[in-house]
């Protein structure tokens, strides 16, 4: 009887442990998600509003299913499992905060492929670490302890949960998990997942992000063949042998001098020598231009990657991503790059953007092709804000001041300030007359702007006295004006709005600056891809895995878009309605006399998706 007691009350404590040791763990693992989402800032104070309320739902959503698949784990096994899931989630999500400390980033899957990087770069986790991050194991003596005690209550004796019981719950806690994630899912601003991993951490939680982190990668990565075939092989090898740079009478003329490339928010290329009311809305790159190679039949090619696809094409002259970004998608891919190539030539490479270092992946791309920092908004000194953040004039000021110690340099600047809509700008001193108050009227005081500060980078050079002895690119990344709009530059320049019109609005300009280079306009059809190979020719170096061409090298140009729409010299062709315009006049054109060498352009998509997908230039590296 004394016995049966025992027993009871025995089982009765067995029980009411196991309980809570499930809660301890769930409990525990919220604390720790929530601890994180806060000490990042990632979510911010106060802590009950409708992101952050979301993004707790979400947490609890992801550890209900969590908690649903150890359920299902042996009944000899399952308290060990919980313990060890505990261990693991403590060490990601601390490894998670110290990494976001120093990068603005957590962990992804990508990076720990670049970890010895990382290690280079944090001198001293310790001086990341603080006593609050001791909440990370505050659980674990709780939970080992509970192991024990289990242990010694359960005397050899496994207590068998019934598998019918087991089922069911696991099915309860897998369905109510999983109806609470989507239920987030669905009231989240999912519309800025596509541009940084911290909103899509800021609206469904760290462990949300973690599985949508996964799944991306496993997508790409197993469930993608990725072996080249000899054909592709072949392919590729007789693509880039026939696309070797020539030499020209300026290769190797810019040898040793520094280089700064500025891409410009936004800039089109209709804004070169125009005129407001009898005023140029950029004075200073006009100038420029007339001093430079000004490349002005160069159209941009960006595709889901907007901004970090023009970074993609001009830095590694590949096309962007069939789908998305190629710097989400791909960041540990083998690349040659404009910081690779000048790397190996001694050169200190430096990237400069005041925005988010995690904004479109850029710190792991970055680092994956060869810059050796990344200057992002928390390296700058917000003294004047503008539109996204600081402004374009202090941006630039502060980058020289970064960079002209460290000579031979290159410098990879992307302005801000004149991102759309533009309304940072509306009381902006510039005449705009009639289109005052428009969305015309305001990208064109924005533009007057970002000349202004370009002006002012060009008197930074001089002062610093790096003018004589740096080359200067200067591009534009993409429209500023969407199609939906453009009818709004057509009216301005008098002209018709039209299909053929709005393609020739689709170019952004290109101007090549060193005080060793004759000035001359250059019209050659080209893209953004033929930047770097361009550049580098300039240095004598050569570029046998670019996709782009020296544009100086060629008297036949032509621009393929990533929607398959090709631009020569000769002609444009739409790729989405096959129509096909007169390159010069906008007349329509015969497509039969064009079709075949518009196919053998556009299947350089292929050729570049290939290279993406199945990472080929580690394969083709000689
Ligand atoms: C963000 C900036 C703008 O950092 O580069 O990006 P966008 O919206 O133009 O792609
Ligand atoms: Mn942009």
């Avoid at 960079?403 to 005449?431: E, M, R």
């Avoid at 530059?489 to 002209?495: N, Q």
């Avoid at 059809?525 to 570029?543: E, S």
Wanted: glycine share 6%; proline share 2%.
């Amino acid at each position: 009887m004394k016995k049966n007691n025992t027993d009871k009350l025995t089982n009765a404590l067995l029980y009411t442990i196991r309980i809570l040791f499930w809660v301890a763990f769930a409990f525990s693992l919220f604390i720790k998600c929530f601890y994180l989402q806060f000490t990042t800032q990632i979510n911010t104070r106060p802590f009950m509003g409708p992101v952050n309320n979301n993004m707790m739902a979400a947490i609890a959503g992801s550890i209900l299913v969590i908690l649903a698949s150890i359920m299902l784990v042996s009944n000899k096994r399952r308290f060990i499992v919980l313990l060890i899931t505990d261990i693991f989630f403590s060490l990601l999500l601390f490894a998670d905060t110290i990494y976001f400390r120093y990068y603005n980033n957590v962990l992804t899957i990508p990076v720990f492929y670049q970890i010895g990087l990382v290690g280079d770069t944090v001198e001293s986790i310790s001086a990341l670490l603080k006593i609050k991050d001791l909440v990370f194991i505050a659980d674990l003596p709780f939970l080992f302890a509970g192991i024990l005690i289990m242990r010694k209550l359960k005397k050899g004796k496994t207590l068998k949960l019934k598998k019918a019981v087991k089922f069911a719950s696991a099915a309860i806690f897998l369905a109510a998990g999983l109806l609470v994630v989507s239920g987030s899912y669905r009231k989240a601003d999912t519309s800025l997942f596509l541009y940084d991993h911290n909103h899509v951490i800021r609206r469904l939680g760290i462990l949300y992000f973690h599985c949508y982190d996964t799944s991306n990668f496993v997508k790409e990565n197993f469930f993608e063949n990725k072996t080249l075939t000899a054909e592709e092989i072949n392919s590729l090898n007789e693509f880039f042998a026939n696309n070797e740079t020539p030499d020209n009478n300026l290769t190797g003329t810019q040898k040793g001098k520094n280089l700064i490339v500025v891409q410009l928010e936004a800039i089109q290329n209709f804004l070169i020598n125009a005129k407001v009311g009898g005023r140029e809305i950029t004075p200073h790159l006009n100038e420029l231009a007339r001093n430079s190679l000004y490349f002005d039949n160069l159209y941009y090619q960006i595709a889901g990657g907007n901004t970090s696809d023009a970074e993609f094409l001009c830095n590694i002259s590949l096309y962007p991503a069939d789908k998305g970004a190629a710097y989400f998608r791909f960041p540990s891919n083998v690349y040659f790059s404009l910081p690779g190539y000048l790397k190996d030539e001694g050169y200190n490479c430096f990237s400069f953007h005041a925005n988010e270092a995690s904004f479109w992946n850029r710190h792991t791309m970055y680092s994956s092709i060869g810059f050796d920092k990344f200057y992002s908004d928390k390296d700058f000194t917000l003294d004047e804000k503008l539109g996204w953040g600081l402004s374009d004039m202090s941006f630039l000021q502060q980058s020289v001041e970064k960079l002209k110690n460290q000579q031979p340099f290159y410098g990879f600047l992307i302005t801000l300030s004149s991102h759309h809509p533009y309304g940072a700008f509306a009381d902006y001193d510039f005449d705009v007359e009639q289109y005052e108050g428009t969305l015309l009227g305001n990208y064109m005081k924005a533009a007057n702007y970002v000349d202004k500060a370009v002006g002012h980078l060009l008197q930074l050079l001089k002062e610093n006295g790096l003018y004589e002895n740096t080359v200067l690119v200067i591009y534009g990344d993409h429209f500023g004006i969407n199609r939906e709009n453009s009818h709004l530059i057509t009216a301005f320049l008098g002209k018709d709005d039209n299909t053929y019109e709005y393609m020739e609005l689709q170019k952004v300009p290109l101007i090549v600056h060193s005080p060793g280079i004759e000035a001359k306009t250059i019209s050659t059809t080209a893209g953004q891809i033929d930047i770097m190979p361009t550049v580098l020719n300039l240095y004598g170096i050569k570029t046998p895995y670019a996709m782009g061409r020296d544009i100086l090298s060629t008297d036949y140009g032509y621009a393929l878009l990533r929607n398959g729409t090709v631009i020569t010299d000769k002609y444009i062709f739409i790729n989405s309605s096959g129509e096909i315009y007169d390159k010069k006049t906008g007349e329509k054109l015969d497509i039969n006399e064009y079709g075949e060498e518009i196919q053998s352009i556009q299947k350089y998509l292929d050729l570049s998706d290939l290279i993406l997908k199945k990472n080929a230039l580690k394969k083709l590296k000689k």
